[in-house]
C-alpha cells in the first residue's frame, strides 16, 4: 500500500494483495522504474499508476471522483523534491503559490497532486469495454513510438540524463516500456491460426498460417476491491482486416526506425543498449529484431492474404472462405502509408523493403485505375464482383485517405501520376466538401449536417498537411488553421485539455480562450470532468445554400 494512500485513508483502493506476484510490479516497481527515473534525471516518483501493456477497445473518460488540485509541499519528503529539481534546473526554490494561477512553465516548482498521483484520474470503468481492436493496437503503437522519437530527440545536462527534460525523459522510457510489452504481448499471444490464440516464432512463419484477428474478447476477474484484471482472452472475430494489418506494420516498422541503431537522431541510440543496468540505457538492443521480425510476418501475410484475382487488394479475408469481394479507400489508403513507412525504414536492400515497394505500386496503380472519376473524386470503395465503384455520395473518409496513401505513394516510388492524382483528388476536397460559411469539410458530398469523427477528421487533416508539404502554397496553411480551429477546437470532439496544450490558470474553464475546457470544468456524467481525449462522434451544421433550413 502506498504512503500516500494510508495517509489519506485510501488503502481500500490501492490495496496489493501479493498481486505483484501475478503483474510482475515487484521487478517494475523495485528496478525497471528506479532505472528509469535514474537515466532521466527526474527526482518525483509518480503513484496510482502503472504501464499500459493494451489497451481496451472503447471506455468512458469521465472522471468518476473530483480532480485533486491540492498541493503538498508542506512535507519534508515533497521540499526536498523541490530542492532537488531547483538544482537540476539551476534554479532555486520558490514559495508554494497562494492562489491557483499557476503557469505550465513553472509546474516544477508548484506540483499538483493530480500529476503526482493519477488516482483522482481514473476513467469509469463500469462502461469500459473488454474486448481488443488490433488496429487500435496498431495505431497506439505508432503513437507511442513518435512521442518516444520526440521526447528523446535530444539529451540534457551535458548529454548525462536522456530526453529533452527529465519528465520528457522518463515519459519516454515508459512508452518503450509499453511498446516493447505490446510487441512481446502480439508476438506470443495474440496470433490466430483459426482455431486458437498463440504465439509463433517468426523465423519459422509460413505466410497466411497465423494472423492478427480483428477483435479479441477479453475476460476480467474482479477479486475484491481490486481493479478488474484479465483473466482470458478469446477471438470474437478472427478475420483478418487490412487496415488492422496496416495499422500493426505502420507501428512496428516505426519502432525499428526509433531502435535501428545505424539510422535516425544519435540520441536515440542512447536508448538502447546491451545491458541497461550497466551501460547507461534504458532498454535491450534486442527489441530491434523483434519489431522487424513481427513487421515482415504482417506484411508477408498483406501479401498473402489481402490480394484477390490478379493481385487486386480485397479489405478482409476470413478463416475458412478467403479474401473477401470489396476494398474500401479507407483500407486501402491506411495500407499505402503503412508499405512506405516499411519502404523507407526497414532495411533498403532487404526483400521485405522490395516487397512494400511493390505491394505499394500495386495499390496506387488500382486506386487511381478504378476508384477515381474524372472530376478528382474518390469512391469510398470499390467492388471486385461487380467491377465497379462503391456506390454513394464520396466521402472526406475515402478522398483524405485516398489523398494521403498517394502522397505517401510518389514520394517512395517517384512516378508523378500519383502525384497528380493526389492533387485532383485535394482540389475536388476543396470544391464540392469545403464549406466556407464554417471552416469545415462536409463528412460526404451534400451533408447538410456533416459528422465528424476521430478517424475521418485525422484523415483530412492529415491530407491537408501532406498537400501543404507538397504544394508549399501558403494559401493552403491558412485553411488548415481554419480548419483545426473549427473542426478541433470548436467542434467538441476535443472535450478538454489541461496545462501541456494551453489551459495555464488552474482557476479557469478556459483560459487560453480557445474552447476547449479544462478537465476538471468538462464536467461529465458525474460532474468531476472528463479526460482529454476526444470524442467518438459529433455533428456540425453544413447547409447546403439554397436547400433551406434543414
Partial sequence: VTEWALQEGRSNVNRDRMEYVRANKGVLIQEIIPLYLHRSGFPRHFEDASPCMLQYASGDPDYVRSVDKGTRFESTENLVRDRDMARLYGDTPTPRPTGMGVQANEMWKYRINYRENFLSLRWDHDNIEPAIDLGAEGQTLMKQVLWMEYFFRGSHHGGKYLGNDPEEGFRGAMLNLMAVSKMLMLKGSLLYDGERLGGRDPRDFKAGSAWFPHRVGVRLRYVGDLPPRPEEFSVEDGSSRLFDQASLLWGLSEFYHFADPTTGNKNWHKVFGEDPRYDGTIMERKYVVLAEALASMVLQNIAAMHRGKGGAPVSEWLPGAGPGREIATADLGMAMVALANSARHLPADSEDARLSRKLMGEQADFLVANLQAQDGSIADG??????????????????????????????????????????????????????????????????????????????????VREIILLTKDAREIERFKRFWVQAVDSSGIQQSEYEETGERDFAVRDGDGDGIPRMEFARGKHGHGIAPVYAARVEIRTPIPGAGAR
Fill in 382 to 463: 470499390y467492388d471486385l464482383s461487380a467491377r465497379q465503384p462503391l456506390e454513394g455520395p464520396p466521402s472526406l473518409l475515402a478522398q483524405g485517405f485516398g489523398v494521403r496513401g498517394l502522397v505517401e505513394a510518389f514520394k517512395v516510388l517517384g512516378d508523378d501520376r500519383y502525384r497528380k492524382a493526389a492533387l485532383d483528388a485535394y482540389a475536388y476536397m476543396n470544391r464540392s466538401l469545403w464549406d466556407e460559411s464554417t471552416g469545415v469539410y462536409r463528412s460526404h458530398a451534400g451533408a447538410g449536417v456533416t459528422v465528424y469523427t476521430p478517424l475521418n477528421l485525422g484523415a483530412a487533416l492529415g491530407a
